[in-house]
């Protein structure tokens, strides 16, 4: 297996965790795992992204250049700016929410997610990233949710187990957004 994901969007929104749930979820599931955060001039409101590379084999290079299998996109100069890295028939996760165009190549798999306004359904705008995440698991089948939620456990620690619900409900509900897209684009 070898897995190249770009999580991207502004600071603040929730790209790291995404990229960390991966990688996290992945590596406790014995897989090589990278994770390469970039962010911008701004913590929050600036732009920010990670690679994330899973793989059944030695990782060479963090860094995804020009083949990334898929992109979580939060916001629309990610989707933009990321579009490019995707190789032929790699999938672009994006927030429908806050991105009103598909993107301009039409030799990859593009899935719209009304992220933020699941989020909101669900009772916590915050976690639109989570819904995303979910639409990457139900398409991907990279990582499990159950495995994601062992993970999100542990990196919600002691403390926080009262944020569990609301992600896993995001999850959840982001799996089943992309679920429907991807069956009615089929």
């Known amino acids: 297996m070898l897995e190249k994901t770009i999580c991207a969007g502004f600071g603040g929104q929730g790209v790291m965790s995404m990229g960390r749930l991966i990688a996290g979820t992945a590596m406790a599931n014995g897989f090589e795992v990278s994770w390469l955060p970039s962010y911008g001039p701004e913590m929050r409101g600036g732009t920010a992204n990670c690679h ?4 059944s084999t030695p990782i060479g290079s963090p860094v995804i250049s020009a083949d990334a299998t898929s992109v979580l996109a939060l916001n629309l100069p990610s989707m933009r700016k990321f579009t490019t890295e995707l190789v032929e028939q790699g999938l672009m ?14 030799d990859i798999r593009a899935i719209p997610i009304a992220a933020n306004e699941i989020a909101s359904d669900i009772g916590n705008l915050k976690a639109a990233n989570m819904v995303m995440l979910g639409a990457f698991i139900e398409l991907t089948n990279v990582v499990k949710l159950d495995e994601v939620m062992a993970e999100l456990g542990k990196m919600f620690g002691s403390g926080k187990e009262q944020f569990i619900p ?3 409900r995001a999850l ?12 009615a684009r089929d």
């Open 52 to 55: 994330v590379i899973v793989s």
């Open 93 to 106: 996760i994006f927030n429908s929410s806050l991105i009103e165009q598909e993107p301009e190549r039409r």
């Open 166 to 168: 609301v992600n896993e």
């Open 172 to 183: 959840r509900r982001g799996m089943e957004a992309a679920a429907a897209t991807a069956g």
